[in-house]
C-alpha cells in the first residue's frame, strides 16, 4: 500500500471490471438477513480470499527481496563470452532474493540458519540465476540426501517442533556437514543484517568462451558494508521483538537512498586442472583456497530499488541454478545437477507451469518458446505463431552458435559412496584454526548452547568430528557439554 495519498477518484469493480456500487454492505433478504446467494460480489470476494496464498516454499520459505543493478568493473571475456561482462561499464539489471533456509513464511528474521542469496540477471541473452547462499559450502554433497538432511532441521513429526537431536543426529552420522556446521555455528552463522553479509556460488559452474575453451567457476558477491554479526542474545531479543527485523532493515536502507553493495569475485580454474587438483573440485562441501585460485575481481551490484507488492515479486520470485546464458555453464557437482531438476520443479507446483511469465521472473529479452496453455497464463499464448517444430511459417528456431563446448566424462554408471577418498576435516579444521580466540571461544559457545538436551551418545559422535577436525575444537566442546574427552577419542578409535 503506498504512503502516498492519491487524489485521483477511481471506481471500485469487480475481477470483470463491473463498477461495484457498495462494497460496505452484502445483500440479505430484509436487513436481518439471510444472504442472498445472487451476491457476486460478497462470492467473488470470499473466493478470491480462500485462495490467496500459494504453497510456501518447502526451504527459504521467509525471504527478502529488491532490485539492482550489476556493474562490470573488470574484463573477464577471455573466460566468457556471456553478454554481461563485455565491457567495462555495462550495466545488468538483477532482483536479489533473502531468505532463511529453515523456517516457515512468518519465521523469525534472526536465526541461526544460513541465508539464501539469489540473484537473477536479466541480461540480454536470457536470465542468469545466481541461486547461492551466503555461506561457500552446504551440509551434503550428495542430492539423495538433501531431502533427509531438510527433514532433519524441520519439524519432528511428533511434537512438531524443531528438533536439536534430529538435527545433531543427521550430522553426526554425516561428518561431511562439518564444514558448514561450523560455519554455521561460528559468529558468522547469525548475520546483523542481510547487507552484511557475503554471497556464494556455493557450486562449481563453468564459464567458457568464444574458442570453446571451458573454466570452472565459484562466484563470491563480498558485502561493502563489511561482515557484521549478531550474539545469539541480541537474536532472540529481536526475534520476539521483532521477528521481520531483517527484511525491514532492508527495505528501509533502500527507500532512505542506502543502497547496499557487493564486490562480484569469481575462483577461474582451468577444465584441465580439475583432473588433478588435490581437493574433489565438484564437492559442495569445499572451497577452492584462495591461495589456490585467488579471486578475481568481475563487478559491483548494488541494490536500490524495492519491490512495489511483495506478492507480485518476492513471493512470487522464482530462481533456477540452470539459469545459465550462452558463456556460462553447469559442472559434475551431484548436487547443482538435481536443483536444475528440483527448482524448476518446485515452482510448477508452487507458482503454476507458466511462472516464467511473472514479470519479476520474465526475461527482459524476447522470449520465443514453444511451450503453450497451461494454468494461469497472462499474455497472447503466442498468438497465431507455429506451435511445433520445425514449421514452414517463420517459427522459432534452434541456432548452432549458441552451443555449449562439449564434455568429456566417463565411468561406469553406478552408486559410488561419496565419503570414498573424500575427507571431511581439513577445511573445518582450517576454519577454526584461521578465526580468532574470541571467535572460537563463541564457536564452541554457540554448539554446546544448541547441542544441550541432545543424547550423549549422538554428542559424543559428533564431538568425535569436531576432535578430528582439530583436537582442541573437540576438547573445547567436550568441556562445554561436562564428557570426558577420554570416552570421545575411545569411541572414535
Ligand atoms: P584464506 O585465509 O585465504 O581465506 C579465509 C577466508 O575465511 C576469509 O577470506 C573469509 O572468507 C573466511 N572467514 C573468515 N571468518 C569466517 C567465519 N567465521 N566463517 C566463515 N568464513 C570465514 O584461507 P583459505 O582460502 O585457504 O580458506 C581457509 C578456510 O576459510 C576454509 O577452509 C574455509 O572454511 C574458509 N573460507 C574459505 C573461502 C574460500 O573460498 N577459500 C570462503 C569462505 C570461507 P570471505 O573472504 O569469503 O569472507
Redesign the pocket.
Known sequence: MSSKKSSSKKVMTTGAGVPVADNQNSMTAGPRGPVLMQDYQLMERMAHFNRERVPERVVHAKGAGAYGTFTVTNDITKYTRAKLFEKIGKETEVFLRFSTVAGEKGSADTVRDPRGFAVKFYTEEGNWDMVGNN???FFVRDPLKFSDFIHSQKRHPQTGLRDATMQWDFWSLSPESL?QV??LF???GIPATLRHT?G?SSHTFSLWNDKGERYWV?W?F?TQQG?KCMSNDEAAKLAGDNPDFHTQDLFESIEKGEYPRWTVNV?VMPEKDAETYGIHPFDLTK?????DYPLIEVGVLELNRNPVNYFAEVEQATFEPGNLPPGMGPSPDKMLQARILSYPDAHRYRVGVNYQGVPVNKPRCPMHTYHRDGQTRFDDNGGVSPVYQPNSFGGPADDASYREPPLKISGDADRYDHRDGNEDYS??G??FR??SDD?RRLLIDNIVAAMQGVPQDIQIRQIGHFYKADHAYGEGVAKGLGIDIASVTHEAA
Open positions: 555461506t561457500p559450502v564444514h561450523t560455519i561460528s559468529d558468522r557475503n556464494y565459484k563470491h563480498k561482515i575462483q572451497v577452492w583456497p584462495h591461495a577445511q573445518a582450517a576454519l584461521l578465526i571467535q
